[in-house]
């Protein structure tokens, strides 16, 4: 059974820093694709960072890019995956439930993540003064 468990959500300054974390297990590809997306209130999901297994693709939508970078580490016995987005220079826009999904034997790609089958429970992020 595939688990996927978000930390890190918190209240931040605007031009401040976070680093989300997305503790990913029971996945049994190593084509699977580990993606983080966001919901604000009264907007619909959308994607934000996407990486692949094996690090052979990565995917960030146009907001991200030069801001937040997406990384990953599997742990020794391969049961865990972690994925980790850094977000520096946030905005009150960035403000969200975040939220982790993954896919077995899938890419990375824009959309809002309606393909992917496994998804945490989501935290919150709030950017205000």
């Known amino acids: 059974e595939v688990h996927l468990v978000e930390s890190g959500g918190a209240l931040v300054q605007p031009g401040g820093s976070l680093r989300l974390s997305c503790a990913a297990s029971g996945l049994t590809s190593e084509h699977y694709a580990i993606g983080w997306f966001r919901q604000a209130p009264g907007k619909e999901r959308e994607g934000v960072s996407c990486i692949r297994g094996n690090d052979i693709g990565r995917y960030y939508a146009d907001f991200a890019k030069n801001r937040f970078t997406i990384s990953y580490n599997v742990s020794n016995d391969n049961a865990e995956i972690s994925v980790y987005l850094e977000m520096n220079s946030l905005r009150p826009e960035d403000t969200a439930d975040y939220y982790c999904?993954?896919?077995?034997?899938?890419?990375?790609?824009?959309?809002?993540?309606?393909?992917?089958?496994?998804w945490g429970q989501g935290i919150r992020v709030t950017v205000s003064s």
């Open positions: 999904a993954a896919e077995e034997n899938y890419y990375c790609s824009s959309g809002n993540g309606a393909d992917f089958t496994y």
